[in-house]
């Protein structure tokens, strides 16, 4: 959803519709970390669980198959 020069993400995860900011100059197609770190700004599975009252291997599990995943081993970054 666009707001003027703004763009609200959201995103549909485990079960629910959650708003995730309000972030200037997205644009389709641009890399979206659900899980991990993008510069400085890290999230892991269990912040999520806590955030949300579930826990870790529930966030992990409902992934699935229905996103690409890769993974990128930290020597590389």
């Known amino acids: 959803m666009s707001f ?4 609200v993400v ?3 995860f485990v079960g629910n519709l959650y708003i995730v900011d309000s972030i ?3 644009r389709q197609g641009d890399i979206a970390v659900i899980i ?3 510069g400085e700004a ?3 599975a269990c912040e ?4 949300t009252g579930k826990i870790s291997n529930e966030i992990l599990s409902r992934l699935g ?3 690409e ?3 990128i081993h930290p020597t590389t970054l």
């Open 65 to 67: 198959g229905r996103l």
């Open 24 to 26: 200037e100059d997205v």
């Open 69 to 71: 995943k890769y993974f």
């Open 10 to 12: 959201c995103i549909w």
């Open 42 to 44: 890290e999230i892991t």
């Open 48 to 51: 999520i669980a806590e955030q």
């Open 4 to 7: 003027g020069t703004e763009t």
């Open 36 to 38: 991990g770190k993008s």
